[in-house]
Nanobody
Framework: QVQLLESGGGLVQAGGSLRLSCAAH????????VDWYRQGVREGREFVAA???????AYSDSAKGRFTISRDIAKNMTFLQMTNLEPEDTAVYFC??????????????WGQGTQVTVSS
């Protein structure tokens, strides 16, 4: 069974940094794209960053210049390095992957999320 597991969340003061990880486990043939989303307490889920198979990246306006998405393809891991964090960044962060399993089945998966809390 293929699954995504996020880690690295926690409590940090404003101006601090965190590095989130998203690990893909299971019979994975290829990962086409991994996105990071976040959801605050009273907000819908919003896009944060994406990285595609060729290495292309995309960021939300709020993430540009502060967050960096990267991948370790060999380990099926994706990272979100977050710097200069602000209280407004407080949210549950989810990774979402577009991947193909060894059996040829293509699917899009969500992880369970990791909480990031930024204190002022």
């Amino acid at each position: 069974q293929v699954q995504l597991l996020e880690s690295g969340g926690g409590l940090v003061q404003a101006g601090g940094s965190l590095r989130l990880s998203c690990a893909a486990h299971g019979n994975i043939f290829m990962i086409n794209e991994v996105d990071w989303y976040r959801q605050g307490v009273r907000e819908g889920r919003e896009f944060v960053a994406a990285i595609r198979n060729g290495g292309e990246t995309a960021y939300s306006d709020s993430a540009k210049g502060r967050f960096t998405i990267s991948r370790d393809i060999a380990k099926n891991m994706t990272f979100l390095q977050m710097t200069n964090l602000e209280p407004e960044d407080t949210a549950v962060y989810f990774c979402n992957a577009d991947l193909m399993e060894v059996n040829g089945f293509r699917r899009r998966l969500w992880g369970q999320g990791t909480q990031v809390t930024v204190s002022s």
